[in-house]
């Protein structure tokens, strides 16, 4: 049975007398002594996110917490560092690409994480997604940002263009660009044509009239929502087959020849 020496004892009252000297320092309003307490070799990883939770925080604190080797290393002060507002970018930027893919991306939807940051988390996810297995794209696919979502759908497997497509976050303005860049995979300009949010949407189907892909079926319908001036503007820089852009104006002029042509309502005569 061991007994506790008298030298033990003061070794632990010590550490818990410097524990609660720190306590007290990251509740300071005094930035030199958040400083010094960023810097203490005895913070804890609690205290670290303790202090971290100041918006307050000076940047050199942040700093400081960044080169402390008792706890950068950490996980979730590395999160916690990289997202605060006031870290500075040589700091938050390298530590991107420390972080855990999923971390990324919670990071990036972070509210209080400043924007340039949140574009920088993105770009760092994009980066790893030829890497990352099946289940981390589809995981990503319905719940990262829309830059994600719409990154992924560069991608040829069906599950992961149903789930991008269903991101909540996911914006017209992202899937239009998605679908007139040049080699947007056939799955993608299928599932968009057939789905029944998107392809109710008029800035999607002209964007899906631009594609080289669209089905003759599908051309055909998206073109009778739209004015003949219209059809003409957009199909003058589509990327559809000579012979389907042919067909709709046939198709188009066949339409205008069978209408009616409006008569000017005749006026009445004055009694």
């Not at 020496?5 to 320092?25: K, M, P, Q, V, Y």
């Not at 696919?141 to 497509?165: F, G, N, Q, V, Y």
């Not at 000579?242 to 009445?268: E, G, I, Q, V």
């Amino acid at each position: 049975m061991s007994t506790m020496t008298s030298g033990d004892s003061n070794s632990d009252a010590t550490a818990e007398s410097i524990e609660t000297r720190l306590e007290d320092a990251i509740h300071s309003p005094s930035e030199e002594v958040l400083l010094h307490a960023a810097g203490d070799s005895a913070l804890t990883e609690d205290l670290a996110l303790s202090l971290l939770k100041r918006a307050d925080l000076p940047a050199p604190a942040l700093e400081a917490i960044a080169r402390n080797s008792s706890v950068a290393k950490q996980r979730k002060v590395r999160l916690a560092l990289a997202g605060h507002p006031k870290t500075p970018r040589h700091v938050s930027l390298p530590i991107l690409r420390l972080l855990y893919t999923f971390d990324l991306m919670r990071l990036a939807l972070t509210p209080i994480v400043p924007a340039d940051v949140k574009r920088a988390a993105d770009e760092a996810l994009i980066s790893r997604i030829e890497s990352i297995s099946l289940g981390e794209k589809l995981s990503l696919a319905r719940r990262a940002s829309d830059r994600i979502a719409a990154a992924l759908l560069r991608d040829k497997e069906p599950s992961l263009i149903r789930a991008a497509l269903e991101n909540s976050r996911l914006t017209e303005a992202s899937l239009v660009k998605t679908l007139t860049r040049s080699g947007t995979p056939p799955p993608v300009i299928e599932a968009v044509s057939h789905h029944p949010k998107w392809l109710l949407m008029r800035e999607v189907r002209i964007a899906l009239l631009r594609t080289e892909q669209l089905p003759l079926a599908r051309a055909l319908e998206f073109a009778q929502s739209l004015s003949p001036g219209s059809l003409r503007e957009i199909l003058r820089n589509s990327r559809l087959p000579a012979s389907t852009k042919s067909y709709l104006l046939k198709n188009l002029a066949n339409k205008s020849a069978a209408s009616p042509a409006k008569r000017p309502a005749a006026r009445r005569s004055r009694s």
